[in-house]
Nanobody
Framework: VQLQASGGGLVQAGGSLKLSCAATGSIFSVDAVGWYRQAPGKQRELVGFISIGGSSNYADSVKGRFTISRDNTKNTVYLQMNSLKDDDTAVYFC??????????????WGQGTQVTVSS
């Protein structure tokens, strides 16, 4: 099973971008899915995740601006990013894992996609 993030690109500050995470198998129906990002010189950080049941949690830095959704019939999870800021510039990764009591534990990682926000 492989995961592939796509949809990254260059966008102006204040703009929007929608990332997709596609899986080669039907794993999204049995796993939670998370998005992480890593900016140059910084540690990888959790952006948010969505549980099997569809509930989602977000980092404070993106709450109210980013939305995660899933379409299990298409084996795809989306990250809608609005009101983008310079600080959102990073490589974005999707992964699958377990959501337990509000925490997320990734187990399978996909390749990332670059998001660059210009001011």
């Amino acid at each position: 099973v492989q995961l592939q993030a796509s949809g990254g690109g260059l966008v102006q500050a204040g703009g929007s971008l929608k990332l997709s995470c596609a899986a080669t198998g039907s794993i999204f129906s049995v796993d939670a899915v998370g998005w992480y990002r890593q900016a140059p010189g910084k540690q990888r950080e959790l952006v948010g995740f969505i549980s099997i049941g569809g509930s989602s949690n977000y980092a404070d830095s993106v709450k109210g601006r980013f939305t995660i959704s899933r379409d299990n019939t298409k084996n795809t999870v989306y990250l809608q990013m609005n009101s983008l800021k310079d600080d959102d510039t990073a490589v974005y990764f999707c992964n699958t894992g377990a959501a337990v009591l509000g925490d997320y534990y990734p187990t399978r990682w996909g390749q990332g996609t670059q998001v660059t926000v210009s001011s």
